[in-house]
């Protein structure tokens, strides 16, 4: 029991450090090191964005506050905010309607191709010079939207999608576009967690948490100090990873349907001999 206890602790830790040092990521370490660990998916989805909530609230008050001068945008996070609520929301039910196939390819190729650019091009960064006040609104709206909906509909944090966003459609640095994405992404984590309160582990969530909070205040400090390009080049590595699974784990789940279906199928003969 305490060995388990250590294991997720340590889950924690290593997926704490990840949304403290690139702005994201957290989510996806611990689903996928609890996945590895014999945890089944949707229980470790669950877990992670329940762990994952106070690991952001925390490193997101880093950054604010940590430095000699605040990387966290509030007024475009709370318009972010707004966005993944509404595309929480709405990612819950049109999960259901549309195709999950179409949506994880359509995510892996996104993914995929920032990954791609911010390793072979981390200093490269948009600069859309001045932004009205109605077309800044409308933009931090649609990124928030579709940062929700990735949350709720793949169980990984949207921060993937956020950071990336705010650094090249809004010209935010790097430091403040972890921030901001930070501070924005707690509601539509929360919302995912909510929705799924009956497959979260509470003793797992709980014990990742505690090893998340030391593992984000590692890594919001670090990312003080580490270099802009490194941590693109960090941010490239996680994205590429990111794919990888979503891929990977559509094949797997098409092979236990393929599996199933079978032994689903022989059941039918025997209730109607009930």
């Known amino acids: 029991m305490q060995r388990l206890r250590l294991l997720q602790e340590l889950t924690g830790f290593t997926a704490g450090l990840s949304t403290g ?18 945890v089944p998916a949707k229980v470790a989805g669950a877990s992670a964005l329940a762990a994952i909530m106070p690991v952001c609230a925390v490193a997101a008050l880093i950054y604010g506050f940590g430095g000699a001068q605040p990387h966290v945008d509030a007024g475009a996070a709370a318009l972010v905010a707004i966005g993944t609520t509404v595309g929480g929301l709405l990612g819950a039910r049109l999960a259901h309607r549309i195709r999950e196939s179409r949506l994880q390819f359509g995510l892996v190729v996104v993914l995929v191709g920032l990954g791609l650019k911010e390793l072979l091009g981390p200093n490269l960064q948009a600069n859309p010079g001045r932004t ?14 579709a940062a929700g909906m990735v949350t709720t509909t793949f169980g990984i944090s949207g921060g993937i999608l ?26 539509s984590n929360a919302i995912g967690a909510a929705g799924r309160l009956d497959q979260i582990d509470r003793r797992a969530a709980l014990h990742m948490a505690v090893g998340g909070l030391v593992g984000g205040l590692f890594g919001a400090l670090g990312s ?37 279906a079978p032994r689903r199928g022989s059941r039918c003969p025997s209730a109607v001999h009930r």
Do not use: E, Y
């Not at 705010?166 to 924005?184: H, I, P, Y």
């Open 132 to 145: 009205g006040s109605a077309a800044l609104i409308v933009l931090c709206l649609l990124g928030g939207s």
């Open 162 to 187: 956020l950071v990336p966003f705010l650094a090249l459609v809004l010209g935010m640095d790097r430091l403040l576009a972890q921030g901001t994405s930070l501070a924005a992404i707690l509601i």
């Open 21 to 38: 040092l690139v702005g994201t990521g957290g989510a996806l370490v611990m689903n996928s090191l609890q996945v590895m660990q014999g």
């Open 224 to 260: 003080m100090v580490v270099s802009h390009s490194l941590l693109a080049q960090c941010f490239g590595v996680l994205a590429l990873l990111t794919a990888w699974k979503l891929a990977h784990g559509s094949r797997l789940t098409r092979r236990a349907g393929a599996a199933l």
